[in-house]
Nanobody
Framework: QVQLVQSGGGLAPPGGSLRLSCAAS????????MSWARQAPGKGLEWVSG????????FYADSVKGRFAISRDNAKNMVYLQMNSLKPEDTALYYC????????????????????WGQGTQVTVSS
């Protein structure tokens, strides 16, 4: 069965960095785009970043562009989110997600494009 197991996250000061990891199993990882989404306290789920199945395309929400970097290792079935220059407004539960439909290029930019989600990882940015 499909499993997405997250690790990383925690507490960081404003301007600090954190790295999230997501270990995938139960499907052919290299066939699917992967994304990260987040849910801040009292707000809805927000798509943050996505990467195509072959790692050639990366997309970011405007709110994190230039600060966050997504990457993947298809040999290890892993996807990562490096978060730099963190702001208090980045505080949220972060989720990795598998796109529903396999494709070689591009990334689904809507939450409805994803069918499996990790368990969530808390990121708190505070001094």
């Amino acid at each position: 069965q499909v499993q997405l197991v997250q690790s990383g996250g925690g507490l960081a000061p404003p301007g600090g960095s954190l790295r999230l990891s997501c270990a995938a199993s139960g499907f052919t990882f290299s066939n699917y785009a992967m994304s990260w989404a987040r849910q801040a306290p009292g707000k809805g789920l927000e798509w943050v970043s996505g990467m195509s199945s072959d790692g050639s395309d990366a997309f970011y929400a405007d709110s994190v562009k230039g600060r966050f970097a997504i990457s993947r290792d298809n040999a290890k079935n892993m996807v990562y989110l490096q978060m730099n220059s963190l702001k208090p407004e980045d505080t949220a539960l972060y989720y990795c997600a598998k796109e529903t439909t396999p494709r070689r290029r591009g990334v689904g930019l809507g939450l409805e494009d994803y069918d499996y989600w990790g368990q969530g990882t808390q990121v708190t940015v505070s001094s």
